[in-house]
């Protein structure tokens, strides 16, 4: 490098020591402003479809069966922000936030950073009860919410005659497991080489 050069390197090395910082220095759980972060669900309209779980490119979400329960989570650490989960939910109960966290959202344990503390790990999860079968009694992997609502959409669309016929039918139908149905549908006439 020339002289020359070698000064001009020198004059923007001592200008960077009176430069603002370009960056910003965030702590973990303090975000800048505009930020896009943890998507929120809002619990009233979720129906536990897993719409979510099924788009979720990093792995964030999470769907699980237990104890005539489903849980459906978003874990913080592992979301990306993309927004595909808010995109897809057929009932518009996710959308991002602004900010790191919001009533509704939990911390379900801690995690350890690489600076030796811990800081809560953020997850949005929201609890629903699973669809027994009206028959056996099993939990279904359906939740109650999601029947009813699909229940509820289906027979609003329809003529008031045809939706007398049609409910009755869904109430038999609608809350059986698939095992049940194997088991009774050539009694109930709703095997399916009847439609073949
Ligand atoms: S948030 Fe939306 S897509 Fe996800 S389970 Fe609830 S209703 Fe379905
Ligand atoms: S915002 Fe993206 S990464 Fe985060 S939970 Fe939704 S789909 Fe997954």
Request: aromatic share 8%.
């Amino acid at each position: 490098m020339s002289i020359v050069g070698k000064l001009k390197a020198f004059g923007d090395l001592a200008l960077n020591f009176f430069r603002k910082p370009v960056t910003v220095d965030e702590s973990y759980g303090f975000t800048a402003e505009n930020f896009r972060w943890l998507p929120r669900r809002n619990a009233d309209l979720c129906t536990g479809c897993g719409a979510c779980n099924e788009r979720c490119s990093s792995g964030a979400t999470s769907l699980t069966d237990a104890d005539g329960e489903r849980t459906v989570s978003i874990d913080g650490l592992r979301c990306i922000f993309c927004g595909r989960c808010a995109d897809v939910c057929p009932e518009r109960a996710l959308e991002l936030t602004l900010e790191p966290k919001k009533e509704g959202e939990t911390d379900t344990g801690r995690v350890s950073l690489s600076h030796g503390s811990e800081e809560p790990r953020p997850t949005v999860d929201t609890k629903l009860k699973l669809q027994k079968c009206r028959i056996c009694g099993e939990y279904m992997p359906v939740t109650e919410k999601y029947v009813a609502v699909v229940r509820d959409r289906t027979l609003k669309n329809l003529k008031p005659e045809t939706a007398a016929i049609v409910e009755k039918d869904m109430e038999k139908y609608l809350t059986v497991c698939v095992n049940c149905r194997r088991k009774y549908s050539i009694e109930w006439d709703t095997h399916p080489r009847k439609f073949i």
